[in-house]
């Protein structure tokens, strides 16, 4: 992870943000998720070395974008906290902080 690492966020509406990128920034993203709308269900931070965890309202899935990127796994959180958590580990490059959770491999 280089300094120059740029990191994004993407809203259920599918806009990227580039300006304010912060935790308290991604927890009104998440907060904006709602459980009645079927098609618009996930938030992504992204950065610029191709990794992005994709958060739904129970779930994170942490992986790289690119062709034939790994595939870290899944997490189901326990609540808007931890998922808060992992979002500034993201945020703040702390990947190996993140790569010690319980990840679970996709099938």
């Not at 120059?4 to 998720?33: M, T």
């Not at 994709?54 to 994170?60: D, L």
């Not at 990127?69 to 500034?88: N, Q």
């Amino acid at each position: 992870m280089g300094a120059d690492r740029d990191v994004w966020f993407i809203d259920r509406w599918g806009v990227q943000i580039e300006e304010g990128i912060s935790v308290e920034a991604f927890a009104a993203l998440l907060d904006a998720l709602n459980d009645d709308d079927a098609e618009h269900v996930v938030v992504d931070i992204n950065d610029s070395d191709d990794w992005f965890v994709e958060f739904t309202g129970r779930s994170v899935c942490f992986q790289q974008a690119e062709r034939g990127g790994e595939v870290v796994g899944t997490l189901d959180y326990a609540d808007r906290d931890e998922a808060l958590a992992i979002a500034k580990e993201f945020i703040d490059g702390d990947f190996e902080a993140l790569r010690a959770r319980s990840w679970k491999p996709d099938a």
